[in-house]
């Protein structure tokens, strides 16, 4: 049994995760369970189907993963594995800790985005947006001007507190590709090996991370093509359109509506919107230009985006 912490859980788990870090009390009790056991599901060879999910099984969503797994997401506190035969166990991590960890964080009553967050120079910054705008990479810059890591890929927000939402830090690590990895070098980072060949990202561990839950300064949505860095503040309503526009509850659709609790999550990105600026940052399609919007944001932040 691995003990591990992320998103303010402790974590018990059969399933070796590289990833997390690792529990300070292990003698506390586990917020959550993730156990090896045998489901009533076959579970594909690898190429032979897409990746689906179950919502008629009496005791939790079920993911089936071809070639990996079948993960039972029993409620917030349990999680459920069957692997299919021979599987290496470092691909485990990449289900565990996306999608099934963002279902996790839905059923807890969180607030979760696809998104990456830094705390940099003390301002917590989140990065929104499209498949390949940049959120990793924008981090991995951040990074490299001396930020820490809060998440990378799962932004979850606790909204119940009325003075304002708070971020859970996830775990010391960002995916990069090989010309992200490449030209913004992020002192101390571990390559780890590739998931599996031909897999787009490589994940790197971090040799530290912000620990404590943070509060949110600004949310960016991320877009690329200018020949400088430009942001603008978005009024409530694009805003809000935004949050749920990038919630990672968009990835549940094919789940039946009661699954998804569009009302509270509606309610959460309002909350949020309210409380949180959100702005739509333009940077420059060259790479090597990041630390110049390093420094854009950062003066931005300092001005008050004035």
């Avoid at 049994?1 to 992320?6: D, F, L, N, V």
């Avoid at 917590?124 to 924008?138: H, L, N, V």
């Avoid at 809000?240 to 526009?245: I, N, Q, S």
Wanted: aromatic share 8%; proline share 7%.
């Amino acid at each position: 049994m691995y003990k591990y912490q992320a998103f303010g859980m402790r974590i018990a788990s059969d399933v070796r995760l590289d990833e997390l870090s690792l529990a300070d009390d292990t003698g506390a009790p586990a917020d959550l369970h993730i156990r090896r056991t045998k489901l009533d599901y076959s579970i594909p060879e690898l190429g032979a189907a897409q990746p689906s999910m179950v919502s008629d099984d009496p005791l939790g969503v079920v993911m089936i993963w071809p070639g990996a797994a079948a993960v039972r997401v029993v409620g917030p506190s349990l999680v459920e594995i069957d692997t299919f035969p021979g599987v290496p166990e470092k691909y485990l991590a990449f289900p565990l800790l996306g999608p099934v960890m963002g279902w996790v964080l839905h059923v807890k009553q969180l607030f979760v985005l696809h998104a990456s967050a830094v705390v940099h120079r003390g301002k917590s910054i989140g990065f929104m947006g499209d498949k390949g705008a940049g959120k990793s990479t924008t981090a991995a810059a951040f990074l490299s001007d001396g930020a820490q890591i809060l998440t990378d890929d799962l932004l979850a927000f606790e909204t119940d507190n009325p003075t304002g939402p708070r971020i859970l830090p996830a775990f010391a690590q960002v995916k990069l590709n090989e010309t992200s990895a490449r030209e913004v070098a992020v002192h101390g980072a571990e390559p780890l090996p590739l998931i599996m060949e031909g897999f787009e990202k490589r994940q790197f561990r971090l040799p530290s991370m912000h620990h404590q839950p943070a509060d949110c300064d600004v949310l960016i949505v991320l877009e690329r093509g200018l020949e400088a860095p430009s942001i603008e503040l978005l009024d409530h309503l694009s805003a809000l359109k935004a949050l749920m526009r990038f919630s990672y509850n968009v990835r549940f659709s094919e789940l039946p509506v009661v699954f998804q609790e569009r009302e509270r999550c509606f309610r959460q990105a309002a909350f949020l919107a309210q409380k949180v600026r959100v702005a739509c940052l333009k940077v420059p399609n060259d790479i090597t230009r990041l630390p110049e919007t390093v420094e854009f944001v950062q003066s931005q932040l300092q001005a008050g985006f004035q």
